[in-house]
C-alpha cells in the first residue's frame, strides 16, 4: 500500500552489546508479517544478522535495515552494533530516524553501551522507549533494570508496563494505563489473551499506572494545573499528552519482554504505531548553502511538497549486484526512474528502482515520500554523507563525524601479485565504512586504521568473503629515528673513480655536530675561495640527505643535526655532481664512524584516556607498565580523564586492553607529540630486530 510521511515510523534499535536489540528486531519483523518465521540469531536465522561473521559469531558487526507494516503504518526498523568499533555505523543510522528503541538487558541493567547511545539520542533529538530484554532468562530483573534507567537517566523514565512472574516464569506483561494484563501461551508464536490484572500485581499496577500519569502531566503546564487540582485525567487527556510528552523527550515510557521468546513485543508495536513520532512531526532539517564561505544555514521541511532533498547514510556494496546507496528522504517526493544532483560530488546522477530493503533482499517501491527510508543502485558517484538534492534548490546535509582511528594494522597479502587488489578491495570498503582509514606509511607499507581491533579483523574478513583476497594483519612498524650525541670535525669525503676514460672525482670536508631535538637537518655551505664550484655545493647536500635516510644504528633516517661544508678538492675534468654527491654521502658516513655517542629515537604520543571512576587505578597502573608518563588528570562527570605521555610502540595494542580492562567503558584518543631518546636496553633489542648493517655502497 501507499504511505505518506504521517504513516512512516522510522526505529533504531540501539543498547549495549548482545543485549537483545537484534533478537527483538526479529522477533518485530515476525509479529509484522515481515518474516514468516522468528528469525534467531543462535541458530543463524536471523533476518537481521545475516553476514557470516556475525552468523559465526552471533554478534551484530553492520548496521541492517527491515521493512515492515503495522496497523496500517509502515516501520523502517534499522539494528545496530552494540560494539564501540562499530560506533560510526550506529550514529549514521540513527541520523535517519526520528524513534529510538533502547534495549537494556533485564540481567544486567544499564550498561556503558547503554549510556552512550542514551547521549547520542539526546544528541539527535529522539523520542525513546525502553524496552527490558530478557525478562525470560535467569537472573532477570525488571526491579533492579528500572531502577538502573531512573538512575543514569532522570525521572523522566517511567514503566508503562510491569511483568507477570520473571524468568522462567515470565509469562506476560501488564499494560499500567489500559490496566490490562497481556497473557502469552507457551512457545514463542506471540499469541497472548487479554486479561484483568493479576489481584497480585494490582497494588504495583495501581501505583505505576499513578507515577506515570503523573510524569505525563508534569510535561504540560495545562495538564498539570488541572491534575493537581482533580488528581485525574481523562483518556483523552493521557493519549494526547503521552504523546507529547514522548516527542519532546519529556517522558520516556518503559516496557519488557522477550525477543526470543517473543512476548511483549506486539504491544511494543503498537505504541510506536499509535504513539511515536511521523518524519512530518519533526522541526525542518538543517544544512548549510553549498559553496557558501560563511555556511549559511539552509533548511527543509519534512513536507512531500519542498524541494526533494536526501542524505545517503549507508552503503552496502556486494561484489556481484553492485552498489546500493541507502537515502534518507529530507523533504519532497522520489519515484523511479529519475535523477538527482549530488552537492558533494557535483555531478548527476541517475537511478533506476527504489528497493525497500529487508534484511539481505530488496523490493521495488512505487514511491517514497518525505521521511521515507529507500534505497537505489549503481549510483556512479555517491558515497555515505553525500546530500543528493534537486540542483536548482541545492543544501547540504552533514553526518555525525568520525571519530579518529585508534589502532592500525599494516595489511600484506598471503599470495604474491595481490597488492593491487588488497588496494581495491579496501577502497571497496571503504564505500562501506568511513571510518575505515587506508593509507601507506614512511615504509610505503599499505596500512588500515580503525576503531579497534575488531573494526580491522572483521574488514580482513570481508575482504577475503566479498573479494576472495587473503591478507595478514600485523603490527606496523615503528618509525624511529636515529640522532647523534657527539661531534665530529674535519671530516674527509672523497670519491675517485678511474676506468680509463673520463673519470670521477669529489673531495669535501665537513663538519657534523647535534641539533636541538625536533630541529630535523640543517645543512650549512661555509666554502670560501672556490675550492668547490657552486654548481657542485646542491650535490654535496643531496648526498648527505640521502645518507641521512640510511641510518647509522638500525637503518632509520638520521635527524637532528647540522652539516657545515667547509672546503673541498675538485678536478677540472673529472669533477661532477655526481661525484659530490657521492662524497658528500661518504663524508657523512665517515662522521657517523667518528660518532660514537648515538642514539635511536622514539615517536611518543599524547594519550587521553575517559574512563569510570572505579576503573581509574588499573588504567593508571597500565600507563606506567607502558612507559607512559601522566600529564594530568580532570573530572567528566562520573568519568575521570587521564591525559599521559607514551611511546608508540607501547600503545599499539591499547584499544584491546582497555576495552579488557574497563568492560568497554572507556574511550580514548591518541596523537603524535614529539620523538624521545630509546631506553638502552630497548633501544638494543630494536637494533638487534632491525638486522641492518649500514654499508657504503661505491657503485
Given at each position: 500500500m501507499a504511505f505518506e510521511s504521517a504513516d512512516l515510523r522510522n526505529v533504531v534499535l540501539l543498547g549495549h552489546a548482545q543485549c537483545g536489540k537484534t533478537s527483538l528486531g526479529d522477533a518485530m519483523l515476525f509479529c509484522a508479517g515481515a518474516n514468516n518465521r522468528l528469525g534467531k540469531v543462535m541458530d543463524g536465522s536471523s533476518m537481521l544478522d545475516f553476514e557470516p561473521e556475525e552468523i559465526e559469531r552471533q554478534r551484530t558487526y553492520v548496521s541492517s535495515i527491515a521493512v515492515a507494516e503495522w496497523k496500517k503504518k509502515k516501520l523502517n526498523l534499522l539494528d545496530t552494533p552494540g560494539d564501540s568499533n562499530f560506533l560510526f555505523d550506529t550514529r549514521a543510522v540513527s541520523s535517519a530516524v526520528e524513534n529510538a528503541v533502547v534495549v537494556v538487558s533485564a540481567a544486567d541493567g544499564v550498561q556503558f553501551g547503554t549510556e552512550r547511545v542514551w547521549d547520542l539520542c539526546k544528541e539527535l533529538g529522539l523520542a525513546r522507549v525502553i524496552f527490558v530484554s530478557r525478562m525470560d532468562k535467569e537472573r532477570a530483573d525488571f526491579d533492579k533494570a528500572l531502577a538502573s534507567a531512573t538512575e543514569a537517566f532522570g525521572a523522566e523514565v517511567a514503566p508503562l508496563q510491569i511483568p507477570i512472574g520473571k524468568e522462567a516464569t515470565f509469562s506476560g506483561v501488564v499494560d499500567v494505563l489500559r490496566m490490562k494484563a497481556y497473557v502469552y501461551k507457551k512457545g514463542d508464536t506471540g499469541e497472548h489473551t487479554t486479561e484483568d490484572v493479576p489481584a497480585a500485581l494490582a497494588g504495583a499496577a495501581g501505583a505505576a499506572r499513578e507515577k506515570l500519569v503523573e510524569a505525563i502531566a508534569s510535561a504540560d503546564d495545562k495538564l498539570l494545573e488541572k491534575y493537581l487540582e482533580t488528581m485525574e485525567l481523562s483518556?483523552?487527556?493521557i493519549g494526547v499528552g503521552l504523546r507529547a510528552a514522548i516527542a519532546k523527550g519529556a517522558l520516556v515510557p518503559v516496557l519488557c519482554g522477550s525477543g526470543v521468546g517473543n512476548v511483549g513485543v506486539k504491544q511494543l508495536l503498537d505504541l510506536l504505531a499509535d504513539v511515536y513520532v511521523a518524519p512530518s512531526q519533526r522541526p525542518p532539517a538543517k544544512g548549510k548553502k553549498p559553496g557558501d564561505a560563511a555556511g549559511a544555514e539552509e533548511t527543509r521541511k519534512p513536507s512531500s511538497d519542498e524541494p526533494f532533498s536526501a542524505i545517503c547514510f549507508k552503503t552496502i556494496v556486494d561484489p556481484f549486484s553492485g552498489k546500493l546507496s541507502v537515502l534518507k528522504i529530507r523533504s519532497g517526493r522520489l519515484a523511479p526512474d529519475g535523477g538527482f544532483y549530488n552537492v558533494n560530488k557535483k555531478s548527476r546522477e541517475r537511478y533506476g528502482q527504489l528497493l525497500a530493503i529487508k534484511g539481505k533482499k530488496q523490493e521495488p517501491v512505487k514511491d517514497a515520500p518525505a521521511g521515507d527510508i529507500v534505497a537505489v543502485a549503481k549510483l556512479k558517484d555517491t558515497l555515505t554523507g553525500d546530500t543528493l538534492c534537486e540542483e536548482k534548490s541545492p543544501i547540504e546535509f552533514a553526518l555525525p563525524a568520525v571519530d579518529p582511528p585508534r589502532m592500525t594494522f599494516a595489511v600484506r597479502p598471503k599470495s604474491k601479485g595481490d597488492e593491487d587488489k588488497v588496494s581495491s578491495a579496501l577502497a571497496r570498503l571503504r564505500e562501506e565504512?568511513?571510518?575505515?582509514?587506508v593509507g601507506r606509511d614512511e615504509s610505503k607499507d599499505l596500512i588500515i586504521s580503525g576503531a579497534g581491533d575488531t573494526h580491522l579483523r572483521i574488514a580482513a574478513e570481508r575482504m577475503k568473503r566479498k573479494f576472495g583476497v587473503e591478507v595478514d594483519l600485523t603490527m606496523p612498524r615503528i618509525p624511529y629515528r636515529e640522532t647523534i650525541k657527539g661531534k665530529a670535525t674535519d671530516v674527509e669525503g672523497k670519491h675517485k673513480k678511474q676506468s680509463g676514460g673520463r673519470g670521477q672525482f669529489g673531495v669535501v670536508y665537513v663538519d657534523v655536530e647535534p641539533l636541538p631535538r625536533g630541529s630535523g637537518f640543517e645543512f650549512a655551505d661555509k666554502i670560501f675561495g672556490g675550492s668547490i664550484p657552486r654548481q657542485f655545493i646542491p650535490a654535496v647536500e643531496k648526498g648527505i640527505a640521502q645518507r641521512m635516510t640510511m641510518g647509522a644504528i638500525a637503518g632509520y633516517p638520521i635527524v637532528d643535526l647540522r652539516v657545515s661544508l667547509k672546503d673541498g678538492k675538485y678536478h677540472d675534468?673529472?669533477?661532477?655532481?655526481?661525484?659530490?654527491?657521492?662524497?658528500?654521502?661518504?663524508?657523512?658516513?665517515?662522521?657517523?664512524?667518528?660518532?660514537?655517542?648515538?642514539?635511536?629515537?622514539?615517536?611518543?604520543?599524547?594519550?587521553?584516556v575517559v574512563v569510570p571512576d572505579e576503573c581509574?587505578?588499573?588504567v593508571l597502573g597500565d600507563v606506567n607498565s607502558r612507559r607512559g608518563r601522566v600529564l594530568g588528570m580532570d573530572s567528566r562527570g562520573k568519568f575521570q580523564v587521564i591525559r599521559a605521555s607514551v611511546p608508540m610502540s607501547e600503545v599499539q595494542?591499547?584499544?584491546?586492553?582497555?576495552?579488557?580492562?574497563?568492560?568497554?567503558?572507556g574511550t580514548f584518543t591518541v596523537s603524535y607529540s614529539h620523538y624521545d631518546e630509546v631506553p638502552a636496553h630497548i633501544a638494543e633489542k630494536v637494533i638487534q630486530a632491525s638486522g641492518k648493517m649500514v654499508e657504503e655502497d661505491d657503485e
Open positions: 483518556e483523552e487527556e565504512d568511513p571510518s575505515l582509514v675534468v673529472d669533477s661532477d655532481a655526481f661525484s659530490f654527491e657521492r662524497a658528500g654521502s661518504k663524508a657523512l658516513k665517515a662522521a657517523f664512524d667518528k660518532i660514537t655517542a648515538k642514539a635511536l629515537l622514539e615517536p611518543v604520543m599524547t594519550l587521553e581509574m587505578g588499573e595494542d591499547y584499544s584491546a586492553k582497555l576495552k579488557s580492562m574497563t568492560q568497554d567503558r
